[in-house]
T-cell receptor, first 114, second 118 residues
Framework: QQQVKQSPQSLIVQKGGISIINCAYENTAFDYFPWYQQFPGKGPALLIAIRPDVSEKKEGRFTISFNKSAKQFSLHIMDSQPGDSATYFCAASDAYTGFQKLVFGTGTRLLVSP | ETGVTQSPTHLIKTRGQQVTLRCSSQSGHNTVSWYQQALGQGPQFIFQYYREEENGRGNFPPRFSGLQFPNYSSELNVNALELDDSALYLC?????????????????FGPGTRLTVL
């Protein structure tokens, strides 16, 4: 019930290409969907986040697409660069628990080849 | 603005020992959450502290406990360490819901403490 399923596990994209990472959830109480980027030896850093009342949010080269009926959301990285090579996590939380608990996907290791 | 800091960076303990990890929250944040990240996995929520009290807990046994201090810094204590406790322990701070305009759900993570249990 609390799971967030993420795919693919790993991804190789050429420089300038589009990286796409997908996540799916079951808990309809989730109301906040952030994406985090993590480099080796570092903590996760917030990239972009979305709420269910919008279907798309764009910040620079990063776009979240959200499909509430399908309970799916995805991260698109346009014009992917070698510096984007990192592990990406989708996450979700709901406001009804009374506290902020992020449920994370299992991560996608992205490698952008020069 | 100072970000989330954690100490120590690395720690090696033996099975059965106890460990204390420390976290300083980001300036202006009064809520601290702790997560456990096993190698190759996403972070798992341990618990959250607000106003020096635990206000939410994940599926972790009671040997995982914590504290929050008046300056909002926090400690994670783990007793009777097991081999499976080896992981990266992450601290995240956030403004409590309702106190931030559009920022209330954002959690900002520290660099983590790498715990190895032998």
């Amino acid at each position: 019930q609390q799971q967030v399923k993420q795919s693919p596990q790993s991804l190789i994209v050429q420089k300038g290409g589009i990286s796409i990472i997908n996540c799916a959830y079951e808990n309809t109480a989730f109301d906040y969907f952030p994406w985090y980027q993590q480099f080796p030896g570092k903590g996760p850093a917030l990239l972009i986040a979305i709420r269910p009342d919008v279907s798309e949010k764009k910040e620079g080269r990063f776009t979240i697409s959200f499909n509430k009926s399908a309970k799916q959301f995805s991260l698109h990285i346009m014009d992917s660069q070698p510096g984007d090579s990192a592990t990406y996590f989708c996450a979700a939380s709901d406001a009804y628990t009374g506290f902020q608990k992020l449920v994370f996907g299992t991560g996608t290791r992205l490698l952008v080849s020069p | 603005e100072t970000g989330v800091t954690q100490s120590p960076t690395h720690l090696i303990k033996t099975r059965g020992q106890q460990v204390t990890l420390r976290c300083s929250s980001q300036s202006g944040h009064n809520t601290v959450s702790w997560y456990q990240q096993a190698l190759g996995q996403g972070p798992q929520f341990i618990f959250q502290y607000y106003r020096e009290e635990e206000n939410g807990r994940g599926n972790f046994p009671p040997r995982f406990s914590g504290l929050q201090f008046p300056n909002y810094s926090s400690e994670l204590n783990v007793n009777a360490l097991e081999l499976d406790d080896s992981a990266l322990y992450l601290c995240a701070s956030s403004p409590f819901p309702g106190q931030g305009a559009g920022e209330s759900d954002t959690q900002y993570f520290g660099p983590g403490t790498r715990l190895t249990v032998l």
